[in-house]
Each structure stands twice: as C-alpha cells, then as structure tokens.
C-alpha cells in the first residue's frame, strides 16, 4: 500500500455545524388533519370518463420523486382508473375506509378497510370500483420509472411511456418482429 | 412507406383465450384478517440493538419487487431502525394505530394515526421512537433501487449497497479525490 | 461511534490466494487474427433488404454485457442498418478500412479510415452506404439498454424496445394523450 | 373498442419540415485530421504518477453522454492508469498503433495494432503499458453509469462512484454486515 489517502480530502467534513431549518424538514410531515384539508386535484382518466377521484400527491407534496404515493377518493359508483396493468412498474392499495370491488384479471373482490392490494409489474389488469354506500378512500403507491409499458385490455389499446414521452397506440396496429418467422433479429 | 407490417406477426395474440387461475390473481390481496395473522419476522437492526420491530413484508408476500412494503410494529420503548438517511432511495411512513415521536434532522415531532412522512433521497435522517402506552403500527414502503448509499450519522457510518453487496464503512476513513486540491479526476 | 467495525466481518478476504485460470483472462483478449478468423454472422436488416453486413461481435465474444461492441464488414453497395436512429441510446462508429457515405439527417458526408461518427441519443438519424471500391469495415459501439424507442424516419416506423420484447408501429397510429387540447394527464 | 384514438393528437407532425442545420448534423462527424489535431488533455491518473496519456473525448467532442469514447495516447514507458477494475461498468480497448503490455489479474499479454481486449464488469483487474518504441494509440471505450465500485487491488483502495459523488477507502476498512455470523441484515 504504496499511497496514502492522508492526501485527499475528507468527504464528510467532521466540522459542518450548519444548523437545519426546523421548518425545512418539518415539511416532510402531513398531519391527517393537513391531509384532509388539502384540496386534491379532480382527476378523470383520459380513456375512461367513469374514472373519477380526488387525487392528493402525499409523496410529491413531501419531496418524494422516485415513488408515486397518493391519497385517492372515489367517490360511489365511480372507478378509480380505467382497468389496466403496467409492464414494468410495480404498484399498491391500501384500503383506508369504504368498501372497494377490486378487479383482477376479470375476476371480482370485495375489499374494505385494512385490506392490501399488490400489483406487481407484469401482473394481472386491475380497477377498483366503489359500490358504496361511502367514499372509497385508500393509498395508492408506485414506481416511477422512466420508462413503462401501460396495457389497457378493455379497449385493446398499449401507452408506451419514456422519459415523460407517452405514446398510445391500439394493439391492433402492434407487430412482434422477433416473432416473425424466418426472422434474424438480435441484440445490438 | 414501401414496406408492410402485415409481414410480420401481430405482437399481441386476439385469440389468446388462456383462463387465468382465479387462485393465482387471489395472491395479490391481502385482507386485514390475513395481515393480522402473518406471524411476521422479528427484527432488530446490525448497528442498533434497541431498534426492534415485527416487519410483515405486504410486498413480498404479494410479489413486488421494484417497491419494498411492510407493515411495521414497533413495541413500547423501541425505535424503527438505526437514525439514517439514503442518498438515493426515496422512502415514507404512514402511521396505522398508536403513537410516535419521530426525529428528523435531529429535531423530534409528534406523529399518530394516520400522519404521513416522506423522507426524500438526500434528504434528513430520520428515526421513529415509540413512547407508549400502545404499539405502534405503520406502513413503511421504499424505494429498492440496485444501487443506494446510506448514512447512519450518530455512528459516523456509512453503507454502500451495490447489486445486493453491502459495505459498511466509519466516514472517517472515507476521502474525496475530486475535492482534493489541484485534483484533475474528471469523467471517464 | 459507540458501535465497533471489528464485529463485522471484512469485505474483502486479504488471505485470498485463489490462483486466476490464464486461460480465462485471456478469453478477455481477441487479436487481429482472431478477428479475421471470425466467421462473423450475415445480417439482413428486418427492414431493409440491402442492409447486408456481416457482424462479428467483439464484445460479446469477450463477455461484455453492458456494451455492443462490432467488428462489422459492409460490401459494396450495401448499406449498415435501415435509416434510424435511437431516442434514448448513444452510438458511434469508427472507420478501419474502405470509404463510407454516411447520412446524416438526409445530408450525405464522405467518411474514410480513421473518421469517427457519434451519434447521441435523440440525434440525427443515420445510415452508412459503402459506395466501393473496397469492403467497408467499421467499428460499431452502441449501449444496450434494457428500454430504448427507435425510429425508421423512411418508413414512418417507430419501434419499441422493452426488457427484450420488441413492438414495431406506424407512426401513422401513435397518439399523444398529453397533447391533446384540454388533457389533464399527468405523472403517477 | 369504444374510444376512438381520433380524440387524440398526434405524437409526431407528417408536415414537421424544419430543415436541419447543416452544420449541426456536421458536428457529430470527426474526421481523422481533426482528432489528430485535437490538443487532448494531459491526465495524470491520481493514484498512480506514472499512469500519464493525452485524452481526447471522442464521445464528448460528439454529444455522447451515455457512452465515454476516448482516443488515447500514452508515451513510452507510461502505463494507461492505476490497474483496477470495475464492478458494474463494463470497458473495452481497440489498439490503433503502437505496442502494450496488457496486464490482467497480474498475467501480461503483448497487444499490438488491430487486437481488442474486453473488460467485462467484475472481470480481472487490468493495466496497459507501453513499452516502446512508439508512442501506444487506442481507442478506449466504457459505459457510463450512475453508480459504479472500482477497485485497486495494488493498493488496497476501493472507489465508490454515485452520481457524481467519489468515496475513496481503504479495503482494510470495508467490512461486511451479511457475511457476520448470525447476521439477520436483509432485503427493505
């Protein structure tokens, strides 16, 4: 060990007393009472005008980027968004109060209040529903990725979604050439 | 537009009529009965032997991968983890039932049932402590990126997490080569 | 720092004396004999009839993963790929031997041995014709990249490239819903 | 299929017909003369005084970010930089003229004009030295990723590469919280 690192500089310095602003990090905090209060934003999915909710970014309201964390309420008879499943990212509910109709790969299930829902990447197409007779108010967490592919099964159509680009195509007009047959198609 | 994509095949098959196996979807919920009855995996953390807590992984269990999300309990007295921070992992806190005092930036503020932290990447070190009389119960939910470097600054430590290998290290020990004066290190 | 290092185990064993098979670090290296030796294989571009080359890859024959890396050999008349370019994926081109028309952004630029070409991703589209007399021979370096969209601006094609799944579209049947009058979409 | 995609804009204009600057396109183009003239950058590596070459960016002078291209010339009796090797990035070298001793895991090889040796992430630590008569001229081509971990294994030292940010330490240091024994550390 012919070098010593005595010559370079530490990387933390041991003398940085630089006091944090307690407001600063008290904005990491949203009390329940600041969460009811906070307006939300009206939210009606592009593809679907019976997907209807309150939407309050938890997440984007404390700093967060690399997840998605949101406080959605549904009000009765409306979905949350249209049925749909992601490629790439992973998403979650959890059921804070009101009863849900979850559906999973055309199959239906009651949820209500304390119970979980984990939608991982590639899984089944999903949409909640709200029966009633209350608000369905949960948390809403997922992945923020760069790029996903966003299936919606129902009406046949794929959103490719890169770098903040969204691209939505029907599947109809979507051809595999690596499927083709005779084909040489290979990795760069 | 002198060639035709009717030569190649259609990426996503119309006549795919495999019936999904209502017992597969199933495994994505989780109803409160069942988080109740999860037995859970006692934890106590390698640099803190008072950070002592039940963790049920809702993700694991569900089959995320891209997002870790665990329902945390944390006995009277005890603490969540070691007080830390991530550098590129973003993470937050929802409180389920009980109470907590969380320290952010070394500043300590009062949560309870239903408050919301999010602590961004980069952002303060934080830490839970439960002061009683009850348990408290939370959803912890991250980010589980391939490459993070955590801070645990009461021990003067730092971790380096690369593709599943862990390196710990005291910050004293660590240098800067590009703070270094008359440094010429650049990109590669 | 009330916690010692000495209860952990170290990283990196110093009593690691595990001899390195020669044979396997030389499989690291491929001498220009080697490479002349290189069957190569015969690439047709599923696209394009008269991109013909054939390819010879450096860096998969060497255990790179992270990098395309091609010896590739361009005959007279042929052209490299189908006019393209890569909206997230950097690539380059170096000239060993013969003469190159090279298109840039339908501009046409004469290259020769020792001429290097990059072409950023989001940049020009691009294609190299080999005008004779001689074979054309390059290297060609390009990232791989789990997601990437190309586009074939000649063919009004644009592909998408996710995790190995290849989607081919006309750009004719892509729709922006963010660019829609009146759209409300926005981030997870 | 109950939604018309025709509600929607297009995702790219058929009357888009901004020319392209000529110029622009031009500067992704390097000609031999003009690498040739390129005054380089003299890099002195910081570990190791007698890693001394004249760098010239290809990549950089061209608009890559994702990928580090670099025409490279070390003067007789230089080595390229301190032998070392990378964990998560995988590397490469193309020799244009001159002679090198390549060393890998401590084993040397002779390279001359035309040989390619591939440095794949975690593969055997490696070191070029020109041993005359002629100045050694390579192309030297490597990913660039958002974190890397080098090593240096003549001298101990580990490189922690995230974002930006460098740590430097010495392995002696590094210690391994999953490999102590009756460690619980896990997944988040």
Redesign the interface.
């Known amino acids: 060990?012919?070098?010593e690192?005595a010559?370079?500089?530490?990387?933390?310095s041991?003398t940085d007393t630089t006091p944090?602003n307690?407001h600063?990090?008290?904005r990491?905090?949203?009390?329940?009472a600041q969460?009811d209060a906070m307006p939300g934003?009206a939210?009606?999915h592009?593809?679907n005008d019976n997907a209807r909710r309150t939407n309050k970014s938890?997440?984007?309201?404390?700093?967060?980027?690399?997840?998605?964390?949101h406080h959605v309420e549904i009000p009765v008879g409306a979905e949350s968004t249209e049925y749909h499943l992601h490629?790439?990212?992973?998403e979650?509910v959890?059921v804070l109060s009101g009863r849900a109709l979850?559906t999973?790969?055309?199959?239906t299930?009651e949820?209500?209040?304390?119970?979980?829902?984990?939608?991982?990447?590639g899984?089944?197409a999903?949409v909640l529903h709200n029966p009633g007779p209350e608000p369905l108010r949960c948390?809403v967490?997922?992945?923020?990725?760069?790029?996903d592919?966003g299936d919606y099964p129902r009406?046949?159509?794929?959103?490719?979604r890169?770098?903040g680009?969204?691209?939505?195509?029907?599947?109809?007009?979507?051809?595999?050439?690596?499927?083709?047959?005779g084909?040489?198609?290979?990795?760069?």
């Open positions: 060990m012919v070098l690192n010559k370079f500089s530490p990387a933390v041991t944090t307690p600063d990090v008290a990491c905090i949203l009390r329940r969460i934003v939210k009606v592009f593809l938890l997440g984007d309201a404390t700093g967060l980027t690399g997840l998605g964390v490629h790439h990212e992973d979650c959890y979850l999973l790969d055309e199959q299930f949820l209500e209040s304390g119970d979980f829902v984990g939608m991982p990447a899984g089944p999903h948390l967490i997922g992945q923020r990725l760069t790029h592919v009406l046949g159509k794929r959103l490719y890169n770098a680009q969204w691209n939505l195509v029907d599947l109809v007009h979507v051809v595999d050439p690596k499927a083709t047959p084909s040489t198609v290979g990795n760069k």
